[in-house]
């Protein structure tokens, strides 16, 4: 296992939680496409020449099986034997992700060719159909060919589609949409809401609407993996690849209790001395395999400190303040400097730093856990003797940490 442990996934599913303050946008799909461009440059300099030729074999024989879904938008809206539609299903849709590669030559190399490819593989994966925008042709610094790039938004919502020009096969596709309730299946909406109320919510349950997104050759997992969420006033339940996940949704503070809150107050506190303690949300998200509470403080939504615990001991699991983090800067060379400053900073004064934290916060001696060895600018991690448990510390350009959290080793 390598030396920078992963952290669990459940980790960042409990810390969104059921009420994103952000939605998937065309920032968000900036975004991706940046990461992209940025991880094949750093990628093609560390490659060697062997492992440069078997990833182009590999995305080759991975991209061979994607280009046309089989069957039409209504795998994706869902039908029942008479035809007539039901509505969008995170599980049909999954479930539908099937692709055939092209007949040799078959494709249509042109402008228009990629376009209209795009365009159907938009409709059958979201079953919704935006505006053309653009198409850009790039090359790929790794694979040593040219793609082309074609993109369809509406509002917040876009659909990106990758292609290998010389073969027209897809590459990757990134995809997001919004469903309104008329637009859901109720069968869908129906086996939600009883993984909701298993998960502890006795509440009533309002739908506002489903979030939906989509991607393809953008990691190392095979085929097109979607995340699902389908909202309400009260909670949001939660789909990966069209299985449920989680379901979280808000507690009142007495529901929560007094100590809960107590702990919350008392871990933020010890984290920074100045800032809001008003408790904006509580949060509790259910999994089959744990169980989380999320302290919200701020005056707004957009709240910046929070606190997470295991519902059922009060343990506390994460803490962390965004307001005590400085951005860095967008220019390159600045933030080089930025990232040599963090990875210089005096290593002793942030252990310390980190060791009155983590053992108040946690019943911890940190001093007995081993420091590993750091590449991240900005984070210092600690594993226990055990190895079980490790400890990551994010600190900013002044030295202040400004979040702190304990994570089992996956």
């Known amino acids: 296992m390598e ?22 946008s065309e920032a968000n799909a900036d975004n ?35 280009l046309l879904l089989l069957g039409a938008g209504v795998l994706y809206l869902g039908s029942d034997f008479s035809g007539r539609n039901r509505g969008f299903n995170p599980s049909v849709a999954a479930s539908a992700v099937m692709y055939d590669s092209p007949e040799e030559g078959a494709a249509d190399l042109t402008d228009a060719g990629f376009k209209q490819t795009a365009e159907r593989l938009m409709q059958e994966q979201l079953g919704k159909k935006y505006p053309y925008i653009s198409l850009k042709r790039l090359e790929n610094p790794i694979e ?18 990758w292609f290998n020009t010389e073969t027209g096969e897809v590459i990757r596709t990134v995809m997001d949409a919004f469903y309104s309730v008329k637009e859901i ?5 129906e086996e939600a809401t009883k993984n909701l109320q ?50 979280t949704y808000k507690m009142s503070e007495n529901e929560a209790g007094a100590e809960v809150r107590e702990a919350g107050l008392k871990a933020i506190k010890l984290l920074r001395d100045q800032g809001t303690d008003h408790l904006y949300s509580i949060e ?10 999320v302290l919200t403080y ?48 005096d290593e002793s004064k942030l252990q310390i730093s980190a060791a009155a934290l983590a053992d108040k916060l946690f019943g911890i001696r940190l001093k007995d856990y081993r420091v590993v060895d750091q590449t991240a600018p900005g984070l210092l991690t600690f594993k ?20 702190i959290e304990q994570t089992p080793v996956p």
């Open 3 to 24: 030396e920078h442990e992963q952290k669990p996934q459940w980790y960042d599913l409990a810390r969104k939680g059921p009420f994103p303050r952000t939605k998937f």
């Open 32 to 66: 991706i496409v940046r990461q992209l461009q940025e991880g094949l440059t750093a990628r093609s300099r560390e490659m060697t020449a062997v492992r440069r030729r078997r990833a182009f074999r590999a995305r080759m024989l991975s991209a061979a099986v994607v």
């Open 144 to 161: 040593g060919v040219e793609e082309a790039e074609v993109l369809f938004q509406e509002g917040d919502h876009s659909a990106r589609v």
């Open 185 to 189: 299946d109720p069968a869908f909406i």
């Open 198 to 247: 298993g998960a502890g919510y006795k509440g009533k349950f309002t739908v506002t609407g489903l979030r939906h997104s989509a991607h393809y050759g953008t990691n190392d997992e095979p085929g097109i993996q979607t995340n699902d969420g389908l909202m309400g006033e009260e909670a949001t339940i939660d789909y990966v690849n069209g299985l449920y996940k989680l379901s």
């Open 284 to 293: 509790r998200t259910v999994a089959p395999e744990w169980d989380m509470l």
């Open 298 to 345: 701020g005056e707004d939504e957009y709240a910046a400190a929070s606190v997470m615990m295991d519902y059922a001991t009060q343990e506390i699991l994460q803490v962390s303040d965004l307001a005590l983090y400085i951005e860095k800067s967008y220019d390159s060379k600045i933030r080089g400097e930025q990232d040599a400053n963090l990875l210089n900073m």
């Open 384 to 403: 226990s003797p055990d190895g079980d448990l490790v400890v990551n510390a994010s600190f900013n350009l002044k030295g202040e940490i400004y979040s």
